[in-house]
């Protein structure tokens, strides 16, 4: 008979699942890529001090999404008017959104997918644009356009993303003249 | 519901957030529509995490190049273990003993210590600026400059933190908003020469941000920028961003000047000390001199002042400057270990005839603006060889004395007004340091097809960042790599700075290379920089002293009015003058440049072997071997500030590129085999000479045998002192062939036997004067022999020869 996991190998592998999703909950209200690393540190800090307290049959999204959205809100709150940010009201009402559990399965399982029916123009962009370190303006200069040229062309490839993750079917994706990439 | 138009105008601030690029306006408005519009927060949140989704998949693909794919968690849904995790945990514990330290000291404190940490606005008006404070933190400017600096209150200073945030200025051209720490913030009326009349006349606001960041946005637009930019804004226009792209341009231009002039085969200079220089003159310049100065610089247009400001010099220079010294100072100055810092001093200076009326507002804005200590008054009219003395000792104190005799003699006179003058000195370590017992004496294949012997270091590097510009694999060798094909490595020095090398595949690729090398193809291939796992590098150990007069090199490229007679059609620097006459013109440029690159230290740098991956053996770690004619340029990766540039086309060869004809007839005439040195036969069959071998450095008190033409042996206690003196009993002229550390001119022979310049064999030429012997002239006997020749001690062979001869004669 299979050795049961323990407690902290069940943890590894819930959180292995979740973290991109929750990082992705905490990039919807905060500006800023190191403020969002950092409190996705934070919550990991806090949910693995509390590892004791996880009980593997209750769900664990629930669990990190409530750390991550006191989290999140604090952070806000403890930065006042310091940083760019939205009203508390509104990110309260948008940290509600994000947690909320999407109907059409795991988000990035339907992301890669949305992204394979990217015309290829589009997909080399995204990949060129998250690789690590790189911004708009390494991709602009290595492709030689404009930053804004970049910006745009991303905008049209998140457009796409999102009507096609919102689709559900995403071998229904629609495909995007690739003229204006660049 | 959304509409399409909506939908789009929502994407564009999406993008904006993701980009990190939005404004506080641009937030208030995205604010509004997710606010009132269900399916517009949606779209926020659903494109938000596809961002967040995106940035971590970046993540993991990073984590996959390491070896922790091993760490695969088992039903896991086949995903790799981040590498975020580890690292977290890892974290963890320490993060854990801090806070419960944090809860036991901290309480009752949080106040005052968020107070202290809140920043307030200090403002610094320039002069004749016309502003109106409104808040601790909004004003209005209507016109002139002001420095803007978020400084910290001191504890429980009576201010609202609440009120401390970000600071706005309205102008006429726009409305500013300042977050972050320093900036520079000017509104002008200026006129358009393209137009007349009132239509002519414009608003102009700039904002130049020296750290932090700043918006600046108008009916028209909004536009935001960040460290060492540049944005500017008309009232009827949008905003725009002009980066400021250091003196990359310039750095470029000059390097193809002195390439053209094809007088050595190094080349090492500052493009951002003579930037300087230039610029402090500018600020006296004015018309079409000034307009001529200006685009030999790459000043932005945006910079210069129009309209009522015609006649004035761009303020934008000054106050760049001023922002780039402010961080070379932060760079230099950060709290760090002292082992992890560079060292990094930039120094200007003013030397002005005390006799001579200068404009006081000149004298004031190179004072406020350059960072001189204080305008130093000189006699030149009565005294001028002394003050070039002494110009030229501030310039060697500044320079930890490796600026010598920047003004050569001469090139000050009684007709000498102003002296202005600019010194950088740049000290480092390497983040991973080269390992001596590595270093060993490697073939350099020269430009001119033939091949010297260098010492060459060598090691694997794991922190430097690595690119391969041309169609190809970066693993191949060298060999295999394409003509056109060239590789860039950046390697980082302690305390930020670093320095790129640029070596093509092919051994004479060099001048093409360069023949590419443009700003916008610098910026491109810098911006292929990636960090590698390991890149073996092999490069020269090289130190050299370069020197130029670059009166030609800039009128070369179109700095002609500066060197003209004063005048309506020629040089005009009355802004210096307080009469407001044109008086004054550039009598030179001079420029001097050191380098050294070495090991640095003693210590074994680790070399990192690429563990962990299953299946296929890695492939070979790319390689930078500079031991091919080769592009290098120290820069701060921050700013893109190019310091120093230079090329290395025979790490064995002098870079002086100003050697005389004599002199470089000289060069090529060492090019021999010892054996086929006509000097070398010449002073062997010498009376009065001896030659003397030993392959000891001669450190003081040594006896040699002397050999008088191979027949008579004798004694000959000769003392050395460090200042390069040499005692003997008898003999008019003495030859020592030796094994010597040699600097790079021969013309610090104080420095000769002082520092380790690399060990070379020489034949030193020493001329009896009085009761000590002093050097004249060296004589590398290497495999390729070369003479080294100084301007102050070299002299020529014929002279030499004569001199022996006479000394023949008289025996």
Known sequence: MPEQPCRQDLFRQQWVRWQPRIYAYIRAIVFNRSDAEDLLQEVAEVLWRKIDAYEPATQFD????????????????????????????????????????????????????????????????????????????????????????????????????????????????????????P | MTDGSVTDELLTLLGAMRDEQITPEQIAHLERIISQDDEARRIHVRFMLIHGLLEQAAVAMDSDQAALRLERPAGAGGRPWPRRLWSMAAAASVLIAVSVW?????????????????????????????????????????????????????????????????????????????????????????????????????????????????????????VTGEADNLLAAQADQAPVKQVVEGNTGFAIDMYRQLLKQKSGPNLFFSPYSISLALTMTAEGARGATAEQIGKVLHFPST???????????????????????????????????????HELRIANGLWGEQSYPFRQQFVETLKGAYDIGAAQPCDFVGNADAERQRINGWVADQTSKRIKDLLPPGSVNRGTRLVLANAIYFKADWVQKFDKRSTKPAEFFTLAGGRVKTPMMSGAFKQVKFAYIGAGDPHQSLRAGKADNFRLVELPYKGGLSMVLMAPDNVRGLPKLESQLTTDSLAKWLSRLRPADKVEIALPRFKFLTE????????????????????????????????????????????????????????????????????????????????????????????????????????TGVANNDRSERQEAA????????????????????????????????????????????????????????KGELKAESLPWLVIEQEAAISETGQAFGDFFSESYGQVPVLAVYQRQGSQFVVQELIEIDEVARLIVSSLYSIPAERLSKIIDAGKAKR
């Open chain 2, 102 to 222: 944090w809860m036991a000291t901290r309480s009752g404190k949080e106040d005052d210590e968020r107070i202290a940490s809140v920043p307030i606005w200090k403002v610094t008006p320039g002069v004749n600026a016309r502003f109106e404070r409104l808040t601790p933190t909004s004003l209005r400017l209507q016109d002139g400059e002001l420095r803007i600096e978020a400084v910290k209150t001191d504890r429980g200073a009576p201010l609202a933190a609440a009120e401390l945030a970000l600071m706005t200025i309205a102008t006429p051209a726009g409305k500013v908003t300042l977050d972050g720490s320093d900036f520079l913030v000017g509104t002008h009326e200026s006129s358009d020469p393209e137009k007349h009349g009132e239509a002519a006349m414009k608003q102009i606001t700039r904002v130049l941000v020296l750290a932090g960041a700043a918006t600046l946005m108008n009916a028209h637009g909004s």
């Open chain 2, 303 to 341: 910079a210069r002042r129009i309209g009522d400001d015609a006649q004035l010099i761009p303020w934008r220079t000054a106050l760049i400057h001023t922002g780039l010294a402010r961080l070379n100072r932060d760079l230099a100055g950060t709290p760090k270990k002292q082992s992890d810092r």
């Open chain 2, 667 to 722: 060069f090529q005439l060492a090019r021999t085999t010892p054996a086929k040195h006509p000097l070398y036969q010449h002073l062997k069959d010498a009376a009065g000479v001896a030659i003397i071998r030993t392959y000891r450095p001669p450190t003081g008190g040594i006896e040699f045998k002397a050999d008088n033409r191979g027949r008579t042996m004798r004694q000959c206690r000769i003392d050395l002192s460090l």
């Open chain 1, 62 to 181: 629930h669990w990190a999404f409530g750390v991550a959205r006191n989290k999140v809100l604090n952070f806000q709150k403890k930065k006042g008017r310091d940083r760019a940010r939205f009203s508390e009201t509104l990110e309260e009402v948008l940290a509600e959104e994000a947690a909320r559990p999407s109907r059409k399965g795991d988000l990035l399982d339907a992301l890669e997918s949305c992204v394979d029916k990217l015309p290829a123009q589009l997909r080399d962009l995204l990949r060129r644009r998250y690789e690590p370190q790189a911004t708009n303006r390494s991709v602009a200069h290595d492709l030689g356009r404009s930053e804004s040229v970049i910006s745009r062309t991303l905008n049209k490839a998140y457009g796409l993303l999102l009507e096609c993750m919102d689709a559900g079917d995403s071998t229904a994706a629609p495909r995007l003249s690739t003229e204006n990439s």
């Open chain 2, 548 to 651: 130029y007069r670059l009166m030609d090199a800039l009128k070369q490229l179109g700095m002609t009015r500066a060197f003209m007679p004063p005048g309506p059609e020629g040089a005009d620097f009355s802004g210096m003058v307080q009469s407001g006459n044109r008086e004054l013109s550039i009598g030179g440029v001079y420029h001097k440049a050191f380098v050294a690159v070495n090991e640095e230290g003693t210590e074994a740098a680790a070399a990192t072997g690429v563990t962990g991956l299953l299946g296929a053996p890695p492939p070979p770690p790319p390689q930078f071997v500079g031991n091919r004619p080769f592009l290098f340029l120290i820069r701060d990766p921050a700013s893109g500030t190019i310091l120093f540039m230079g090329r290395i086309t025979d790490p």
